[in-house]
């Protein structure tokens, strides 16, 4: 099992800057992937960033340019946010692939005013 929990959100003005941690716990060995996805009302949820155990990362194209996933081994993944826009606000959940299992956080709000 993995845990989950993201920490970070909050509201900011549209070209502001937000960064987002999710920090891990139980069995974080054997890591596939980790990664950020997003849903905003309405919509289906979308992926933002992932990272692979590799390292090798992949963004969305909404995001890239602005947007910057990072991991401190598998304990800690960040996503730095800059240059938010309005279309950007959203919950924002961790993801981590694990043998096969999907594993999400609860969420965190990502408000962006204009």
């Known amino acids: 099992q993995v845990q989950l929990v993201e920490s970070g959100g909050g509201l900011v003005q549209a070209g502001g800057s937000l960064r987002l941690s999710c920090t891990a716990s139980g069995s974080i060995f054997s890591i596939n992937s980790m990664g950020w996805f997003r849903q905003a009302p309405g919509k289906q949820r979308e992926m933002v960033a992932i990272i692979t155990n590799s390292g090798t990362t992949n963004y969305a194209d909404s995001v890239k340019g602005r947007f910057t996933i990072s991991r401190d081994n598998t304990k800690t993944l960040n996503l730095q946010m800059n240059s938010l826009k309005t279309e950007d606000t959203a919950v924002y959940y961790c993801?981590?692939?694990?043998?096969?299992?999907?594993?999400w956080g609860q969420g965190t709000q990502v408000t962006v005013s204009s």
């Open positions: 993801n981590y692939l694990r043998l096969g299992r999907t594993y």
